[in-house]
């Protein structure tokens, strides 16, 4: 069975620094990556999706993948209190999610 | 397009009646999900269609649930007998069948007396 393991947290950054959420997975064949930020009460959003090794930049965002060592990372530059959710980490089409991991950025 | 639209909001029902909950996705994305969700957990997968074609069911899918696509627009989830177990958000779930990246819609919350 695919499992993705992720640390709950609470992660606590200072605001403008670097906030690093990392992931790892169980199945070798998995393909597809993805970050979804969560804020309380609300549904998961889409950040970052990954498909090959290496890293992939959107703004802020970071998302870092190695398949040898399977693990999925998340890097957030120059963090915001609106950053402050909780950070999902899913893989493959029917997406398997991880229980995510809380965020807190310090003003 | 204003993403993927869920309906009711909220859902406060007492065991053992049932409901139906109805998910509306982007109008182009062929592919849709369910997914249920409990406090500190991540979304867990319930099913998933293909058009009109429901092509997979997780084992959480118990015999009392049922989810049709029957036109292959919008989804309709049925939960027969609820249980008090059965309390979560349900999310609805839509994408492309060239991308995975799903977009979720903003969640049904049932609750069961």
């Known amino acids: 069975q695919k499992e993705v393991e992720q640390n709950s947290g609470p992660l606590s950054v200072p605001e403008g620094a670097i906030a690093s959420l990392n992931c790892t997975y169980s199945?070798?064949?998995?393909?597809?990556f993805f970050w979804y930020r969560q804020y309380s009460g609300k549904s998961p959003e889409l950040i970052m999706s990954?498909?090959?090794?290496g890293d992939k930049e959107d703004g802020r965002f970071t998302a870092q993948l190695n398949k040898a060592s399977q693990y999925v990372s998340l890097l957030i530059r120059d963090s915001q209190p609106s950053d402050s959710a909780t950070y999902l980490c899913?893989?493959?089409?029917?997406?398997?999610f991880g229980k995510g991991t809380r965020l807190h950025i310090l003003p | 397009d204003t993403g993927v639209s869920q309906n009711p909001r909220h859902k406060i029902t007492k065991r053992g009646q049932n409901v139906t909950f109805r998910c509306d996705p982007i109008?182009?994305?062929?592919?849709l999900y369910w997914y249920r969700q409990t406090l500190g957990q991540g979304p867990e997968f319930l099913t998933y269609?293909?058009?009109?074609?429901?092509?997979?069911k997780s084992r959480l899918l118990s015999d009392r649930f049922s989810a049709e696509r029957p036109k292959g627009s919008f989804s309709t989830l049925e939960i027969q007998r609820t249980e008090q177990g059965d309390s979560a958000m349900y999310l609805c779930?839509?994408?492309?069948?060239?991308?995975?990246?799903?977009?979720f819609g903003p969640g049904t919350r049932l609750t069961v007396l």
């Open positions: 109008s182009e994305h062929n592919r």
């Open positions: 269609f293909q058009n009109e074609a429901q092509l997979e």
């Open positions: 199945d070798r064949g998995s393909q597809s």
């Open positions: 990954i498909y090959s090794n």
């Open positions: 779930a839509s994408s492309s069948q060239d991308y995975n990246e799903q977009f």
């Open positions: 899913a893989l493959d089409d029917k997406i398997i």
